[in-house]
């Protein structure tokens, strides 16, 4: 079974604070993802990458940034928090099938800025 | 641009009856659609998938009706049950290949199933 995993379910930070999310996935992926869930808005892709070191600016970059330094390993980073960043915020990885991409999703972590 | 809209937000179902929810799309280059499902505390899993080559595909009580001309899909629960009661969002891509990685989704449904 392909499993994410990702280092919080629930974090709460100060305004200003810079903080890391962190996700690991155990199926050898190369593709990985960040995304921000939020009510009425589904799901939001931040970043994308396709390679170790490699990335691309997803729908909403802005006030983030991410790191791939090993090829299992994913980090999205809030340079400055700020209140409009609480939010659930899901990790992927994917993997190519027969025809498509799939992904799979980890737990989520649910962080607010206060 | 939001280029998968799903309807509706929310959809209470009685326990036995069908679900549906709708999804419309407006890139003509999508070429796969999967249907995600996600419960409460936990990231969401893929649940059913269709190609644009065929109109309908079933797996149990889920099933993807596909229409390319209008360009809709939509996900119909059979026999809805409480356990059914997650939220769902559909997705579009554009299939295999490099730059091709990329999956856009709806708005999300939370469907609730009442006995």
């Known amino acids: 079974d392909v499993k994410v995993t990702q280092s919080s379910r629930y974090l709460v930070k100060r305004t200003g604070e810079k903080v890391f999310l962190e996700c690991v996935q155990d199926?050898?992926?190369?593709?990985m993802f960040w995304y921000r869930q939020d009510p009425g808005l589904g799901l939001r892709l931040i970043y994308f990458?396709?390679?170790?070191?490699?990335?691309e600016k997803g729908d909403i970059p802005e006030g983030y940034s991410v790191s791939r330094e090993k090829k299992e390993r994913f980090s999205l980073i809030l340079e400055s928090a700020s209140t409009n960043q609480t939010s659930m915020y899901l990790c992927?990885?994917?993997?190519?099938?027969?025809?498509?991409?799939?992904?799979?999703f980890g737990p989520g972590t649910r962080l607010t800025v206060t | 641009q939001q280029q998968v809209k799903q309807s509706p937000q929310s959809l209470i179902v009685q326990k036995g009856g069908i679900s549906i929810i709708n999804c419309a799309y407006e890139?003509?280059?999508?070429?796969?659609f999967p249907w995600y499902q996600q419960f409460p505390g936990k990231g969401p899993a893929l649940l059913i998938a269709?190609?644009?080559?065929?109109s309908e595909k079933k797996e149990g009580r889920f099933t993807i009706s596909f229409n390319k001309s209008a360009k809709q899909f939509s996900l119909h629960i059979m026999d809805s049950q409480p356990g059914d009661s997650a939220t769902y969002f559909c997705?579009?891509?554009?299939?295999?290949?490099?730059?091709?990685?990329?999956?856009?989704f709806g708005t999300g449904t939370r469907l609730t199933i009442i006995p």
């Open positions: 992927a990885s994917s993997v190519q099938t027969g025809f498509a991409y799939e992904q799979y």
């Open positions: 199926m050898d992926h190369e593709n």
């Open positions: 990458s396709y390679d170790v070191k490699m990335k």
């Open positions: 890139n003509t280059a999508f070429d796969y």
């Open positions: 269709i190609r644009p080559d065929v």
């Open positions: 997705a579009a891509s554009r299939g295999r290949g490099f730059g091709n990685e990329k999956l856009t």
